[in-house]
């Protein structure tokens, strides 16, 4: 029953903590109860109470795509958001009222009244962190403060692999690697659903471009498809039991994924079973066709209405139903899907509005921002020591004003709102989302607060040479690079925007003594990296980043963030040096050959040789660890056990990654686990890790089955995907398996 959870005792925090690690369902589809209510209700349903609830109507934000405030939304209902669909009370069905997203609950004008919501970090922040537990409490915290607002399903679990690291989403997903991004994105999944509310993963799947999305064919490799995106949801599923999918507004291979038949029927229903409902994204539906093709619900009718000038699932679909053309049972089976996740997760009966702790939500954003900051250069410059009276220049990054966030429909309005917004526009029905949104408090004011015998000394960055002036007069130079990404755009590079790379290299040139903090949702290229000293990469850090950067930066908090996605040094060293359609007109079709398969990120530059600058799980802190004592098991997996050791002398985190290096006749590398642990001084702790089969096999398409070789595996512990401390190899029997 999802009633009120009270404060988890350190029993319990233990008990979710090995939850969390596990990956275990805070709520099952396959329950009995639920589907056996699910098929009586359905059978009672009229016709057109069955047609009311395969659609969702976008609330009313004034000019806002949606328009006027759509009738079918009772006037009694004030909070509204991102989708309404009316319940049947009679039959115990509740009105579903979605909210964005991922970060929070979202507001950009459909509840004037709203006081805002905790803004927590970006996922590829929270990626950063290697922190199950932490993503958990996130869901759960955002989960509460949807309740509180009536909204019984929350759009999150965003886990498209950032693939492309222009793809100026990828803040909203987790990384480039499938078993990272489906462990933390099953956790939050789970946490939001231990509060009853039905959460989704999305979108579902290979949106990793966001160039003219609605018209963009991604073209991949079946198999290689199974082997990253798909094993992303197969594994978050299996982990979360979602209450629903969200498929995304791109075809795959030339079919919609709102009404791809292989990947929604034959796939995700079929192959893997899923129980629960396929939504689709807000204007991904341009025909009524797609219910046959396993889209159970069109959400957001008025985006359909603006992009393809009709709502397939309201007429069309009433007269497909008429002329025999959709099957009763179909339209049982989307109706029942639907009813079967609320009834699972428990969203038609929640007891008391639970307490919303607002501090301690605080508290986890906090955390989040602490944990997601990765430290990536540092030649002992920081920490900053904070008793003495230095002169510190702070520059650049509207470093006076707040942090950045990242923008589109992920984007959350805090308490107390908006720091600044500065309307940066652009092409599409994104561009009136895009604006540079800062969050307070500044960094200015939180490095005041690290650095109290310090003169602070602020300067815009507006021009190279003024900032150059700032910084030669100073002991200490901190330089923000900061760049606007939100959804419905891709990056045409990797540079900082404004001139803000040539701002940094005129400080550094003035200062040597300089520390670089970045705020942006993907990598950037730093061609002024080897003039600074450190460089912080803080991401969107949510509410509370400007107290996790200037504690990092005082050596208040020991960073422990390690790199989710790869930072090249050129584009010159991934798959697509060009991005196909960038710049073309709104409206343009597309077509991404995403050739690489399943060797996204550091699984490319190992295959390739390449050095980035940054490599995935590349993070420095302020103390050492080593590690030892590799032992490996064989068998039906593999399992690696290894002693990690905190050499230095202060408190902090690692998370030691085990990869495979290669497998019998094919060098790939794959991620096959890690964990992050908290160590005191001189403290050792043994880490056993057994890998996901699937991670050491390839997937055959033909029968349907993953096959591992048989022979020698090499596997490595690694600080990162190219610091490889610890090797072993070990014989795996040839074996097949899977649905
Ligand atoms: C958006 C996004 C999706 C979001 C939905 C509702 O366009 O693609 O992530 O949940 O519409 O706002």
Known sequence: MATDTPTPGPEQREATEQAAAAGTPTRSLADENANARAQDIEQRMTDDERFSLVISILGHVPGGLAGPRDPRIPEDVENMSAGYTPGVPCLGIPAIQSSDASMGITN??????????????????????????????????????????????????????ARDPRNDRNFEYFSEDPWLSAVLAAEQVNGIQSQGVVSTLKHFTLNCNETNRHWLDAMIDPDAHRESDLLTFEIAIE???????MSGYNKINGEYASGNHHLLNE?????????GWVMSDWGATPEWEFALKGLDQESGVQGDRVLWGKEPFTDDLKAAYASGRLPKERLADMVRRILRSLFAVG???????????MAKHA?????????????????????????????????????????????????????????????????????????????????????????????LDFDPGYTPAEAALTAKRSDVVIAFGIRVEGEGFDLPDLSLPWGQDAVIDAVASANPNTIVVLETGNPVSMPWRDKVRAIVQAWYPGQSGAQAIAEILAGTVNPSGRLPITFPASLHQTPRPELPGLGTPWGTAVTIEYNEGADVGYRWFALRNERPIYAFGHGLGYTAFDYDDLRLDGGETMTASFTVRNTGRRKGADVPQLYLTEAPGDRRMRLLGFERVELEPGESRRVTLTADPRLLARFDGRSGKWRIADGTHRVAVGKSATDLILTGATRLPARQFGV
């Open 239 to 245: 982990r979360s039991q979602p209450g629903s999918i």
């Open 363 to 455: 508290e986890i954003a906090l955390e989040g921002a602490r944990q997601g900051i990765v430290l990536l250069k540092n030649d002992g410059a920081l920490p900053l020591p904070t008793d003495q009276p230095l002169k510190i220049a702070v520059i650049g990054g509207y470093a006076q004003q707040g942090v950045v966030s990242g923008a589109g429909s992920g984007a959350v309005a805090p308490v107390g709102g908006f720091a600044g917004v500065i309307k940066i526009g652009g092409a599409g029905v994104m561009g009136k989302h895009r604006n540079l949104f800062l969050f307070p408090p500044s960094p200015l004011d939180e490095l005041e607060k690290q650095f109290p015998q310090a003169q």
């Open 347 to 357: 969203a038609d009966r929640w007891g008391p509005p639970p307490a919303v702790d």
């Open 267 to 275: 796939v995700l229903k079929g192959a893997w079973g899923y129980k």
């Open 108 to 161: 950009p004008g459909y509840r004037p009244d709203d006081e805002g919501a905790t803004a927590f970090p970006s996922l590829i922040a929270l990626g950063s962190s290697f922190n199950p537990k932490l993503v958990r409490d996130e869901g759960e915290a955002i989960a509460r403060e949807a309740r509180m607002r009536g909204f019984n399903v929350q759009l999150a679990g965003g886990c498209n692999l």
